[in-house]
T-cell receptor
C-alpha cells in the first residue's frame, strides 16, 4: 500500500514568487491536512480538507491557500513568498478526521531566498 | 483550546539505558494523545496513540506510554535504548469531538551514545 506522496521534495524560490506543493494521500483516505514545520515555531496546522471541502484552517495569512480534488489529492499554494515561509511542509492523510490515524508524507522542504 | 508541553528539548541516554520522554497536555475534553518520531529529512511516523481505551499503550519499536488523567501526562518510555532510536519525538493532542486537528509539542531530540 503506497504511503502519502509529496512532491517536490525540495524547492528553492525567490521572495515574491508563488509556489504550489502537491500531496497524494493513501488510497481511500479522504482527509488531507497540511502542517508547516520550522525550527522556531515547530509544527503548526495550516488547513484540513475532506471531500474537497476545507473543514479547518489554522492561523496563517491569506497568502496560504489550498484545495482538494475529487480524487482526494491536495495542493497548497503560497503566494508572495517571504523569507519566513522557508520551512518543511508536511501533508497527512486519514480515512476521516476523528483526530487519529494520520499518516504523514516525507514533506517538501521549501527554501525562500 | 488544547496544548502540549514536552519537558526537555534534548534528552541524552546511553545505549541500553531507559528512555523517558515527558509530555503534559491541556485539554478541555478527554483527549486523544499521540507520539510521533521524526528522523532527519523525513516526515512523522506514528509510534503509538491513546484513544480512550487502555491507559497503557504499546507502540512500535518497543515504546510504550501511559495516560495519567490526574497528572495530565502521557510520558513515552522504552526499557532499553538502541542507537537507532536517536531522532526527534513529538507528542500531540487532538479532541475526539468535532473535526479536530493535531496540536504538537515542541519536540524532544533523543541522543543515544554508545
Amino acid at each position: 500500500k503506497a504511503g502519502v506522496t509529496q512532491t517536490p521534495r525540495y524547492l528553492i524560490k525567490t521572495r515574491g514568487q508563488q509556489v504550489t506543493l502537491s500531496c497524494s494521500p493513501i488510497s481511500g483516505h479522504r482527509s488531507v491536512s497540511w502542517y508547516q514545520q520550522t525550527p522556531g515555531q515547530g509544527l503548526q496546522f495550516l488547513f484540513e480538507y475532506f471531500s474537497e471541502t476545507q473543514r479547518n484552517k489554522g492561523n496563517f495569512p491569506g497568502r496560504f491557500s489550498g484545495r482538494q480534488f475529487s480524487n482526494s489529492r491536495s495542493e497548497m499554494n503560497v503566494s508572495t513568498l517571504e523569507l519566513g515561509d522557508s520551512a518543511l511542509y508536511l501533508c497527512a492523510s486519514s480515512l476521516a478526521s476523528e483526530g487519529y490515524g494520520y499518516t504523514f508524507g516525507s514533506g517538501t522542504r521549501l527554501t525562500v531566498v | 483550546a488544547q496544548s502540549v508541553t514536552q519537558l526537555g528539548s534534548h534528552v541524552s541516554v546511553s545505549e541500553g539505558a531507559l528512555v523517558l520522554l515527558r509530555c503534559n497536555y491541556s485539554s478541555s475534553v478527554p483527549p486523544y494523545l499521540f507520539w510521533y518520531v521524526q528522523y532527519p529529512n523525513q516526515g512523522l511516523q506514528l509510534l503509538l496513540k491513546y484513544t480512550s481505551a487502555a491507559t497503557l499503550v504499546k507502540g512500535i519499536n518497543g515504546f510504550e506510554a501511559e495516560f495519567k488523567k490526574s497528572e495530565t501526562s502521557f510520558h513515552l518510555t522504552k526499557p532499553s535504548a538502541h542507537m537507532s532510536d536517536a531522532a526527534e519525538y513529538f507528542c500531540a493532542v487532538s479532541s475526539p469531538t468535532g473535526y479536530s486537528t493535531l496540536t504538537f509539542g515542541k519536540g524532544t531530540m533523543l541522543l543515544v551514545s554508545p
